[in-house]
């Protein structure tokens, strides 16, 4: 079980009541993984819902056996792994650390029979997922709008 002050620590779970958090507490474990471990794979299927309290964690996709690029990275207070939070989700990117990490971590089981158990609790879930999601939607479309305005082509077009 986690105590409830290290959840707190995680902006996804600040905006929660107190006994949601004591719901979600003994759900969850924490894990102290070495730099470069690697959490999970892209593609593989979701297992574990992940929050950091210490460390950081780059989320990148291999473009080649040669190339890898980072989509992203997860700093303490965050989380990640959120394909986790759907039945059939797949990881859409790499984890690995870049540092010695603490992890919490929500087996997707468990938490999802929670959410169903628990409708205020899986709609608070819910709506910090789709928070995150759009704040991600968000950032990578800024992304693709910069790399598109930077193509040699399409720069000449611009007024």
Known sequence: MV??????KIRFFRQLESGILEKLAPLCQ??????????????QKAEY???LLKGKVLLEIELSQDISVSLDAAE????????????????????????P???????KERLLEQMQRDPELGFQI?????????EKLEKRTEQ????????PNLRELSP
């Not at 105590?3 to 707190?8: A, S, V």
């Not at 990490?101 to 929500?106: D, P, R």
């Not at 819910?126 to 759009?134: I, N, P, Q, V």
């Not at 693709?144 to 193509?151: D, P, T, W």
């Open 3 to 8: 105590p409830i002050e290290d959840l707190k």
């Open 30 to 43: 924490v894990t102290i993984f070495s730099e470069k471990t690697i959490l999970f794979k892209q593609g």
């Open 49 to 51: 819902f992940y929050a």
């Open 76 to 99: 303490a207070g965050e989380v990640f792994g959120w394909p986790a939070l759907f039945e059939d989700g797949r990881y859409t990117s790499d984890a690995v650390c870049t540092e």
């Open 101 to 107: 990490c603490e992890v919490i971590q929500f087996p």
């Open 126 to 134: 819910a709506k910090g997922a789709m928070a995150l999601l759009k």
């Open 144 to 151: 693709f709008i910069k790399v598109l305005s930077m193509h």
